[in-house]
């Protein structure tokens, strides 16, 4: 009987299923891609039964696997040992993992109840996954991924560079060359090479700092079409880092640091050569997971963070009565979403909440409830970017996103075939692309639990988690992310004022903050105006260091700072003094808008800084001049 089995077999695993069974034939289909012709599948007949000595109610009840061995086995642990014989290195461990004896009594027992419902679970199975079976490949994800992060490194290093000497020159807010040579004074060569990884070590001068924004938008340019990806995608984390690593507060928002991870995962997965096309090699199940896990901590962060902030507004889903108007840098649509009725806004408030918490756990689900989370996440971004300005996060949020589709999803929209199939990566590249992934899997994982409180590791594990979190941190390449934890509900406004008498103030006007009540709020993503962004921050606090060395440029008259605002109302010369002025800024209401024609209604609060004068003593070129209290004003 033994040897007429395997004669039978002919060396090859063989399946016998039911093949009038839709459920049954779907299943075959996807086993029979994933094992790729090392596994026969047969319908089972009345002459397979007789041959191989299987009994018809056996045949009846579950699909049976006879193996060149002679074995014999049925339900979920023949699925098992079929997909052992896959040539891919997950399925087979997936498989021997079910294989063990708690894992495999489970799958039996899930096994048993598909089987006595096959008409229900086929219609579940079709909802969920659909009615095609296609390999789940990811080439033309990576390729219309790869394309738009270039785009969105285009217009990160585009908006920097149009203010970076303002931020970051000689006779910037924030002048890099003072920031390194701090770090030069108190910390070895390596030693601050590794904690301040940066290209301006070599040279921070102004016309590096415009080169370094030249350089990012061609290699952006490259990234974009299809040139050298693999090397476009590393030089460009690698600069970006380089100005995130001495950019202070003016590049330390959450769509920095994001961007970082994207460019990091971009690198890790992006086909090697100078015209790749599609890539000979297909992004591997690791890869995919990478940019998952990463879509989960970006969306479950923020909503995590909002619950377990305690913040009222969210607690009593009035979060979204403040929220457009308190935004940094509100937009005219966010005007008018102020003005919707309160039950809108509380409905509203609650599906965020929902997004953020629920809509997550979709990104590990199957292909169609995948794709679901999908246009959920992209219409909660398209939300944002109509009532806000967030600069370039609302579109690289949808970028990544598009790790949540596979090929047959884009197949329709990027009718993008490649003259050369999808192969498996060598081994070595397998290994080595594991190796490198792996601490970022770990410190993701990390990050996560972290906000619970759990695991209660022991004191080794957290000892080897902390070590690698300080080694990694300098590189933003894992990083927690809460936007809104606590809704902000009231909206100061800070407005810079200059005089020559102490007595006759004239206002300096900024290009998109919130100033002139008759203004209309501008729509100004995917450019980012960091002076005005951090403005809206200071004004919630006490005044930052920052701010008054922006108080010392405008002092000093310096033109590349000058050129951060809309209008210098001293064209001539400086002020003498200047000074910050606190208000308390609300939207008009319908009514008053149509009256007066105002967009706000604001009130004067107080000084927020008090008149400051350039002090006597000279400073050397290109440090901050230091400030001194002005009585006479």
């Given at each position: 009987m033994m040897a007429r089995v395997m004669r039978a077999t002919a060396g090859r695993p063989l399946v016998l299923f039911d093949g009038d069974c839709g459920f049954c034939r779907r299943w075959v289909a996807r086993w029979q891609l994933s094992t790729e012709g090392r596994v026969r599948f047969e319908p089972g007949g009345w002459w397979h039964r007789l041959r191989y000595g299987i009994r018809a109610k056996d045949m009846r009840r579950a699909m049976q696997l006879v193996e060149p061995s002679g074995r014999v086995s049925q339900g979920a642990e023949a699925v098992f040992r079929a997909l052992s014989w896959s040539p891919h290195r997950g399925t087979r461990v997936a498989a021997r993992l079910g294989l063990l004896p708690g894992v495999l009594h489970v799958a039996r027992g899930v096994y048993a109840v598909v089987a006595r419902n096959r008409r229900t679970a086929s219609r579940v199975d079709r909802w969920l996954f659909g009615g095609a079976v296609v390999p789940r490949e990811y080439r033309r994800v990576r390729w219309a991924f790869l394309r738009?992060?270039?785009?969105?490194?285009?217009?990160?290093?585009?908006?920097?560079?149009?203010?970076?000497?303002?931020?970051?020159?000689?006779?910037?807010?924030?002048?890099v060359h003072e920031r390194l040579k701090a770090h030069e004074d108190v910390e070895p060569g390596w030693e601050r090479v590794r904690t301040t990884p940066t290209v301006f070590w070599l040279g921070a001068s102004d016309a590096a700092l415009v080169r370094g924004c030249r350089a990012g938008q061609v290699l952006s340019l490259a990234l974009m079409f299809n040139i050298a990806p693999r090397l476009s995608?590393?030089?460009?984390?690698?600069?970006?880092?380089?100005?995130?690593?001495?950019?202070?507060?003016?590049?330390?928002?959450?769509?920095?640091?994001?961007?970082?991870?994207?460019?990091?995962?971009?690198?890790?997965?992006?086909?090697?050569?100078?015209?790749?096309?599609?890539?000979?090699?297909?992004?591997s199940a690791l890869d995919v997971f990478l940019f998952r896990q990463l879509v989960f901590r970006l969306y479950f962060g923020s909503g995590v963070s909002k619950l377990q902030s305690g913040d009222r507004t969210w607690r009593e889903l009035t979060a979204m009565n403040h929220y457009y108007e308190t935004a940094p840098l509100p937009t005219r649509g966010g005007w008018y979403a102020h003005h919707l009725p309160r039950w809108f806004q509380k409905a509203s408030t609650a599906v965020t909440l929902g997004l953020e918490t629920a809509g997550p756990f979709l990104t590990f689900a199957p292909r169609r409830l995948r794709r679901f989370g999908f246009w959920a996440f992209a219409g909660l971004q398209g939300t944002i970017l109509a009532t806000g300005n967030y600069g370039f996060f609302n579109f690289q949020a949808l970028v990544l996103g598009l790790w949540l589709l596979d090929d047959a999803a884009l197949r329709r929209v990027l009718p993008l075939e490649s003259d050369v199939p999808a192969e498996a990566r060598p081994w070595w590249r397998t290994a080595l692309s594991a190796t490198t992934a792996a601490p970022l899997v770990v410190l993701g994982a990390s990050?996560?639990?972290?906000?619970?409180?759990?695991?209660r590791r022991s004191e080794r594990v957290m000892g080897?988690?902390?070590?690698?979190?300080?080694?990694?941190?300098?590189?933003?390449?894992?990083?927690?992310?809460?936007?809104?934890?606590?809704?902000?509900?009231?909206?100061?406004?800070?407005?810079?004022?200059?005089?020559?008498?102490?007595?006759?103030?004239?206002?300096?006007?900024?290009?998109?903050?919130?100033?002139?009540?008759?203004?209309?709020?501008?729509?100004?993503?995917?450019?980012?105006?960091?002076?005005?962004?951090?403005?809206?921050?200071?004004?919630?606090?006490?005044?930052?260091?920052?701010?008054?060395?922006?108080?010392?440029?405008?002092?000093?008259?310096?033109?590349?700072?000058?050129?951060?605002?809309?209008?210098?109302?001293?064209?001539?010369?400086?002020?003498?003094v200047v000074r910050a002025v606190l208000y308390d800024y609300r939207m008009a209401s319908l009514e008053e808008r149509r009256r007066t024609g105002d967009w706000w209604r604001r009130e004067r609060l107080g000084l927020y800084v008090p008149p400051l004068a350039l002090a006597p003593e000279p400073q050397p070129e290109g440090r901050i001049p230091r400030l001194q209290w002005d009585s006479r004003a």
């Open positions: 738009l992060v270039g785009g969105t490194f285009l217009i990160a290093f585009t908006s920097l560079g149009r203010q970076v000497l303002g931020l970051y020159g000689q006779r910037g807010i924030r002048p995608a590393s030089l460009l984390w690698g600069l970006y880092l380089s100005y995130v690593s001495v950019g202070r507060e003016f590049l330390s928002f959450q769509w920095d640091v994001l961007l970082l991870e994207m460019g990091l995962l971009s690198m890790l997965t992006a086909p090697g050569g100078m015209r790749p096309g599609l890539g000979r090699d297909a992004p990050e996560m639990l972290r906000r619970f409180e759990w695991p080897m988690l902390g070590w690698l979190d300080s080694r990694a941190r300098p590189l933003r390449s894992v990083n927690p992310y809460g936007l809104f934890a606590v809704m902000t509900v009231e909206r100061p406004e800070i407005l810079v004022e200059g005089s020559d008498d102490g007595e006759n103030w004239k206002e300096y006007s900024f290009h998109y903050k919130v100033g002139d009540p008759k203004r209309p709020p501008r729509q100004v993503a995917p450019h980012q105006p960091r002076l005005d962004w951090q403005m809206w921050f200071a004004a919630l606090g006490s005044p930052p260091s920052w701010f008054i060395a922006f108080l010392a440029r405008l002092l000093e008259g310096s033109p590349e700072v000058l050129k951060l605002l809309e209008r210098n109302p001293f064209p001539d010369k400086p002020p003498r």
